[in-house]
C-alpha cells in the first residue's frame, strides 16, 4: 500500500487534500498518511490530524493517519512527499505583506517583495528535505505545493538534482472551472494549453475539432469574470490587450497589467480591513474551531474562502496519475526541456502537460508574443536571481533580484523595505 508523506501537515488545506486522496482510493490504495510539522505548528497538526482520521473513518478503507514532529520518520520508505509548509507560520506572512505596504510599495504572499522574502526562507527548508529523500526515501516524488511553487520547484531542480519533483499551483485548476462554466461547454470537452511560470502563465483554449475558442472566451470573460481564487481582487484587464496577445492571462497577472489600480487597492485594505495574512488569520481561526468537532467528518465549504480551494484536484490527481500511469492533463511546474521556446530548456516552467509514471512529459506551446516573451524573460531572471540569493545569502545577488522584481520600484524605498524584512525575518534566513 500506497505511503504519503506530508510536510506542513498542520496546513488547514489538509482535509481538502484528503478529500482528494478518498475521493481516488480505487486508482490510488494509500495505506498510511504521514503529517508532519514542527513545534510552532503541533497544535493545529493534532486538531487536523484527527479530523483527518475521521474523514478517514467515515469511508470503508483502512487509512492510518500519523502525525510526527520527526520528519525522517514520516520520510522513511514514502511513496509521495507533498509538501504544504509556511517557514514562520502566518506571521512571516503578515510581515511579508506589511512590511512593503508600509513603505508604498505592494505586500502580497507570492509577488513582490513579499514572494522574494517567502522564496529566501523556504528553499534552504526544502533542500533539506530533499537531502533527507536521498537518504530515506530515493525513489519517491515530491509534490510540492509549498510557495513560491515555481521558484521552490526551480530550486530542488537546479540546486537538489532531484529530478522527480512536480510542483502545483491552484490557478490553472480554477481557471479551467469557471471558464467551462463561462463558456456553457463541459470542462472535458476544452482544450487547454498554458505556458509561463508559476503565477505568471498565460493559456489558450480550443474545442475538439481545433477550433479555437480564445476570443470568445476573452469577450465572455469581459462581461463577466470567472475562474479567479477568492484571494485576488478582480480588476479587470484591457480587453484589446487580451485580444491583441489572444491570450488568457493568469489571475495575478492584474498585479502587472494594473500595476497601478492592484497597488492602490492592495494600499486601501491595508489601511482598513488589513493585510491578506490578517484575513487568512480569521478564517483559519474559523476553520480550526469547525474541525475541533468531533463530529465533523468531512471538509467544511467554508475552507472554500481561501485562495487555495480546490488544490487536492491539482495534487491527489497528479500523485494517482504518476502512480496508475493514467497520463492525464495537468498544468505542471516542471523543467522547461523545449515547451516554451522562449526560456532555456533546464530551467522550471509552468505548462500543460500529460502526467504519467516517468513523470510530466510537456505540451510545446510555441513562441509567446512579443511584449509576454519580454515579461516571461525578465521573470524568469528574477526568479533565478532570488533562488540563488536564498542559497548563498548573498546581499549583492538579493538587490539584484529585488532591482529586477517589476512589481518593486528601484532606489532608496526599495532597499529600505529589503533591510527591513532582512531584519524582520532574521531568524529563518540563516544564510543572510
Ligand atoms: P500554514 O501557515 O497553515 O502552514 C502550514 C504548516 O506548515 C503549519 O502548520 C506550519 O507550522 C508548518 N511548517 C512550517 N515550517 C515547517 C517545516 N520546516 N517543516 C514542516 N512544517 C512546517 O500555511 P497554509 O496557509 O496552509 O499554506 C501552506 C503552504 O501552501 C504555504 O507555503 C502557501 O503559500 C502554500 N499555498 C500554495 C498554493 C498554491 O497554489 N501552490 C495555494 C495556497 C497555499
Ligand atoms: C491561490 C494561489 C496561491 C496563493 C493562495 C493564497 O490563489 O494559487 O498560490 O498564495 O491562493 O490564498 P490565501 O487564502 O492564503 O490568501
Ligand atoms: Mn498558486
Not at 533542500?127 to 516524488?141: F, G, N, S, Y
Amino acid at each position: 500500500k500506497v505511503k504519503i508523506a506530508t510536510i506542513g501537515g498542520g496546513s488547514s488545506y489538509t482535509p481538502e487534500l484528503m478529500e482528494g486522496f478518498i475521493k481516488r482510493y480505487a486508482e490510488l490504495p494509500i495505506g498510511e498518511i504521514w503529517l508532519v510539522d514542527v513545534k510552532a505548528g503541533a497544535e493545529k497538526q493534532a486538531i487536523v490530524g484527527q479530523m483527518a482520521q475521521r474523514m478517514w473513518d467515515a469511508t470503508p478503507y483502512d487509512v492510518q493517519i500519523h502525525t510526527t514532529l520527526n520528519r525522517e520518520e514520516a520520510l522513511k520508505d514514502a511513496d509521495f512527499v507533498t509538501t504544504q509548509f509556511r517557514v514562520g507560520q502566518l506571521d512571516a506572512r503578515v510581515k511579508d505583506e506589511r512590511i512593503p505596504f508600509s513603505y508604498g510599495l505592494l505586500g502580497q504572499e507570492t509577488n513582490g517583495a513579499g514572494g522574494m522574502f517567502k522564496a529566501f526562507r523556504t528553499i534552504p527548508v526544502i533542500l533539506e528535505i530533499v537531502e533527507d529523500m536521498k537518504r530515506l526515501c530515493p525513489d519517491a516524488w515530491l509534490i510540492n505545493f509549498t510557495n513560491p511553487s515555481g521558484m521552490v520547484t526551480e530550486a530542488v531542480l537546479r540546486y537538489g538534482q532531484w529530478e522527480k519533483v512536480i510542483g502545483l499551483c491552484n490557478v490553472p485548476v480554477v481557471a479551467k472551472m469557471g471558464e467551462a462554466e463561462t463558456l456553457g461547454v463541459p470542462q472535458a470537452d476544452l482544450i487547454y494549453k498554458f505556458a509561463g511560470v508559476n503565477h505568471f502563465h498565460w493559456h489558450q483554449v480550443a474545442d475538439k475539432k481545433g477550433r479555437d475558442l480564445t476570443p470568445q472566451l476573452i469577450d465572455k470573460l469581459y462581461e463577466e469574470s470567472s475562474g479567479l481564487p477568492k484571494n485576488i481582487f478582480d480588476v479587470p484587464f484591457y480587453k484589446e490587450q487580451l485580444q491583441q496577445m489572444n491570450m488568457i492571462p493568469c489571475g495575478y497577472h492584474r498585479y502587472y497589467y494594473r500595476f497601478e489600480e492592484m497597488l492602490n487597492h492592495g494600499l486601501k485594505e491595508y489601511a482598513t480591513v488589513g493585510t491578506r495574512a490578517q484575513q487568512v488569520k480569521a478564517i483559519e481561526h474559523e476553520l480550526f474551531e469547525l474541525y475541533k468537532d468531533p463530529h465533523l467528518d468531512y471538509k467544511p465549504k467554508q475552507l472554500e474562502q481561501r485562495g487555495g480551494a480546490y488544490y487536492s484536484d491539482a495534487a491527489c490527481e497528479t500523485i494517482a496519475s504518476i502512480y496508475a500511469n493514467k497520463n492525464t492533463e495537468i498544468v505542471v511546474s516542471t523543467r522547461n526541456n523545449g515547451a516554451v521556446l522562449d526560456l532555456p530548456a533546464d530551467c522550471a516552467v509552468e505548462v500543460t502537460a500529460y502526467v504519467g509514471g516517468a513523470g510530466a512529459r510537456n505540451v510545446a506551446f510555441g513562441p509567446l508574443p512579443t511584449a509576454e516573451r519580454g515579461w516571461l524573460q525578465m521573470m524568469k531572471s528574477m526568479e533565478l536571481l532570488t533562488i540563488e540569493a536564498a542559497i548563498t545569502g548573498d546581499y549583492g545577488t538579493a538587490l539584484q533580484a529585488f532591482i529586477s522584481n517589476p512589481l518593486v520600484p528601484s532606489g532608496e524605498t526599495a532597499t529600505r523595505v529589503m533591510h527591513e524584512l532582512l531584519i524582520a525575518h532574521k531568524a529563518y534566513l540563516p544564510q543572510f
